[in-house]
């Protein structure tokens, strides 16, 4: 099989970035982007942050009030979300890649493979050229730096655009595969998170390039075959997932047991309002909106119940999500004396947010605010 030319470009810092765009005196400043739970004043946690902020310690996921302890005397700017203006901003970057490809996957709101063989004719030269190309415009046209990594299949490039960040490219050819990889700890590689870290270091795995020399057996023994295989041909650098439009997601979910059973609503809702922050994380970042909701709750005796309800709208907002979430437990927690081991949050009904859908859903937001929210729902 002839050899592929895979590019990831990844928006550095987006959020913040779409930011300092349309605010650029704010460019010398750290900068912090935030998702306000509305609980108090501070309660909430980064989405993400400029680079000049991270240099402090602040990064993704840290609540806020500490990023405020952190960013005390450095005059940070702090501001809240605003996925709208992101998803504009990331349809004309998406736009701009996809004329550069000859195969087209976007995998967030910030991140696109490219796959460029064809228009390569698979030399590095060349896509390095592209790849500086589309570096200069999207700064030029979009006012955005990206970094790109390049590399034969999907998982180098991937790793090979954390490398250099922010704006950088970083480049690795085939036969340089191995010995990028071998020295990296082993917690870098995609899939192994802390947990499994955890597990290869007591089998005396701790660079990718022991994993990859690791006996394959035992390593199917340990972690199964679907996953040993994995870390066995990833550890390789080798992956032949082919760069494709990937079909929507059918649902996004998360379910987690209470810390103790109980019947009474409000520490149903808390551990319910958490799993809606991870959902909605998740649906943002794959530039999700969503239409249907639905409560799982497993009770004591653990039989399972759930109940749905649907927007007649898709929507991607966390109050939105958030106020339905306590409508429906409200509502199954009325209807039947249960008490709950278990919750869970699902969304579905999942679709790609365009321009003129999160126009339809502000206009609908506005007028059911306006009226009474309930008649939104269906
Ligand atoms: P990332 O590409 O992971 O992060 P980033 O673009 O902010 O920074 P980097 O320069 O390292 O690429 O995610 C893209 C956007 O997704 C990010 O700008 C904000 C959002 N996001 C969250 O809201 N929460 C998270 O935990 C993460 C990781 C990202
Ligand atoms: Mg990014």
Redesign the pocket.
Known sequence: MQSRVIMLV????????AEELRNPSIRDKPVV?C?YSGRTETSG?????N?LARKFGVK??MPIVQAKRRLRDAEPVFLP?DYGY?ETVSEKIMNLLRAHADQFEQV????AYLDVTQRTKADYEDAAALAQDIRKETVARQGLTC?IGLGPNKLVAKMAA?IN??DGLTIVKPHEVAAFLAAMPVDRLIGVGSKTKERMQKLGITTIGELANYDVQRLLDAFGRKLGLYFHNASAGADDEPVQQRGEAESISRIATLKEDTCELGPILERAEVECEEVH?DL??GGFGFRTVTIIAVAKDMSVHSRSRSLDYSSDRLDVLKDTVREILTHLLAECDLEIRRVGVKVSGLAKRSEAQKRLTSFIEERSNQSDKKQAYI
């Open positions: 990844d928006l550095d810092y987006f959020f913040a970035q982007v998702v946690a980064v989405s993400t942050a680079y993704s996921g979300v992101y967030g709101i910030d991140e970094s954390d960040k922010p994380a943002i970042r």
